[in-house]
């Protein structure tokens, strides 16, 4: 279900985006997109312009920002810096390039916010899950126990003259699975933002964040599927200057003894989170988005809603297991579960 509703989120840009592509030939604004592998997963860039090869230039250079970053936080590359800190975990501290610095600073602020539901020093247990379906049974407590044990933001010691990072205790890792994504969709927005385009969306496999209206000069809208009626919308998020980023366990999880498990970890207990299906957070910073969605996955349906109604400018989708679905106090939906949704655009799942 979470898949398709993935699936139905792109696909309802994509519509859109599309429905702007047939609009040749003009010199009025007009949508290019891409759309390719990064980060490990789907990206899809769109520019809206009046010129082409500018919007082709944009796009272009959003992608290279977005694999320049990719090549600094990666924690599977080797040569990154982020693989120095991780073998350094407990030896020593690592100088590493302001950007990533501050990366780790915001990350250990989001951490201090969420009460500690979202950490990146959650690494550490993924020598414990594999979430690529190779796993058959459940890991040892013991075992869980001992990598849980050396999940705390806290023993990250950031040192703001060197701008140098320590891991305080061996076998710690961090990792940046729930916010790199937001960041790269950020700044591959700011790049091309910069160079003229007036209208675009970025794309991180649901990690969404906009800019300007359409070519045609409407709101962009995302569409939120049913949970109950897997290939209709059932509402319409307007997405204009805004991130929509949404986090579930639709790709990545472990099936266990019948139970999924999903790919977001609970930093109290080392165990995968559990009663939500997916989460969606809209606001204006595709970062702190995306590590909002995962904290609230975490926090669960009470704590996260009590944390996203504190925040000024957040507001967030809930689905939980049951398929109840829950907003914040402020989200404004368009034809929310109501009989209009036939009036609006529909797309098709596969
Ligand atoms: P998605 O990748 O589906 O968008 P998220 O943004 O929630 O979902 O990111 C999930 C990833 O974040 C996991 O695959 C893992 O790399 C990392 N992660 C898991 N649990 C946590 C946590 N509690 N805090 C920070 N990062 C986490
Ligand atoms: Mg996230």
């Not at 936080?73 to 080797?78: L, T």
Request: charge should be negative; glycine fraction near 8%; include cysteine.
């Amino acid at each position: 279900m979470l898949r398709r509703l993935m699936i139905l989120l792109f696909l309802s840009l994509t519509w859109l985006v599309q429905v702007q592509a047939q609009r040749l030939p003009t010199k009025e604004p007009h949508a290019y997109k891409k759309v390719l592998l990064l980060m490990g997963t789907r990206f899809e860039l769109a520019a809206v312009s009046r010129d082409e090869q500018k919007a082709w230039e944009a796009i272009e250079a959003g992608i290279n920002e977005t694999m320049r970053i990719e090549a600094l936080i990666s924690e599977w590359q080797p040569t990154s810096q982020t693989s120095e800190i991780n073998r350094n975990a407990g030896i020593k501290p690592v100088v590493v390039d302001q950007e990533l610095y501050d990366l780790i600073s915001r990350s250990n602020r989001i951490s201090a916010m969420t009460g500690g539901a979202f950490d990146i020093s959650f690494a550490s247990i993924d020598k414990v899950w594999r979430f690529d379906g190779s796993m058959k049974t459940l890991p040892a407590p013991e075992q869980v126990a001992a990598s849980v044990a050396k999940i705390n933001y806290k023993n990250i010691i950031l040192n703001p003259e060197h701008h140098s990072v320590f891991l305080k205790e061996l076998g710690m890792k961090i990792g940046f699975g729930a916010i790199g994504k937001g960041y790269a969709a950020n700044r591959a927005r700011d790049i091309m933002r910069e160079m003229g385009i007036e209208g675009g969306v970025v794309n991180a496999a649901g990690d969404l964040v906009t800019w300007g209206r359409q070519a045609d000069g409407s709101s962009w809208y995302v569409g939120i599927a049913d949970p109950e009626e897997k290939d209709k919308v059932f509402s319409w998020l307007t997405a204009d200057n805004t991130a929509v980023v949404t986090s579930g366990n639709y790709e990545k999880y472990a099936e266990i003894g019948g139970k999924r498990y999903s790919h977001i970890i609970d930093p109290r207990t080392g165990f995968p989170a559990s009663g939500l299906k997916s989460v969606t957070i809209v606001c204006p910073n595709g970062e702190l988005g995306d590590a909002l969605a995962t904290a609230v996955s975490v926090l669960g349906k009470d704590e996260g809603l009590y944390l996203i109604n504190q925040l000024k400018g957040v507001e967030c989708l809930l689905i939980t297991d049951n398929n109840e679905v829950l907003t914040s106090e402020s989200l404004h939906l368009h034809y929310y579960q109501s009989k209009k949704i036939t009036a609006a655009p529909t797309a098709t799942v596969d």
